[in-house]
């Protein structure tokens, strides 16, 4: 993908999705700790597939972003050196909120039907109707470098589903198997919630508050 100069690994996919969400729904603890992105990527709830990244792949991993200019570290003026890290896909990509909103947990879930993009994503962004999210998809896939794809519908599922393109192009036949059926979406959003809170009060017990700087320490 040439806005990217070229398709992002499933680390690098986790870790931004990771980035962008936690800035949307948890800002007050936003730009993240190398602690809290780590625990974002490995969450057991919003996350296909679970993973189990170790803390030296999350830091290799957003040294890479930032090489690449899709990742920016943020630090602290003064006192402890805390390193912190915030994306910038939505200026790379030139996003809207909508569309980040939906890039967003294509990255951290793959493939999803309408109605499971709109429903996951109201605490990023309220879209008012399936209409709207379909209208930003296809918006997203109009681009002269396309961002996501439209999936033909596969045996055995009832709707077709949309799958970003930020990791290159998708393989249709090794996605013919589907994923495992969700949590009902309201226990889905509280749990999401529930990770968020947790996620947060780790951030504000661990971390000392500082003004901070994008520029490196001296």
Not at 29 to 55: F, H, I, K, W
Request: glycine share 6%; proline share 8%; net charge negative.
């Amino acid at each position: 993908m040439e806005a990217l100069d070229g398709p992002l690994t499933p680390v690098q996919q986790r870790v931004l999705g990771a980035l962008a969400e936690k800035e949307a729904t948890v800002p007050d603890t936003y730009p993240m700790t190398l602690r809290g992105l780590q625990t974002a990527c490995n969450q057991r709830n919003s996350r296909e597939p679970v993973t189990d990244y170790d803390e030296r792949t999350v830091q290799a991993t957003v040294d890479e972003l930032k090489a690449r200019n899709l990742v920016r570290f943020v630090y602290a003026s003064h006192g402890a050196r805390t390193t912190k890290y915030r994306h910038v896909l939505h200026e790379r990509l030139r996003l809207e909120p909508p569309e980040l909103a939906l890039l967003t947990v294509l990255l951290l879930r793959g493939p999803q039907t309408v109605n499971e993009l709109r429903t996951r994503t109201e605490r990023a962004h309220a879209f008012a109707d399936n209409d709207e999210v379909v209208a930003t998809l296809e918006a997203l896939a109009g681009r002269a470098e396309p961002l996501v794809v439209h999936l033909p519908r596969q045996s055995g599922q009832k709707e077709t589903r949309w799958m970003h393109l930020l990791g290159g192009e998708v393989d249709v036949d090794a996605l013919a198997a589907g994923s495992p059926a969700p949590p009902a979406a309201g226990l889905e959003a509280r749990l999401a919630a529930l990770e968020d809170r947790v996620a947060a009060l780790e951030a504000i017990l661990t971390e000392p508050t500082e003004p901070e700087s994008e520029q490196p320490p001296p």
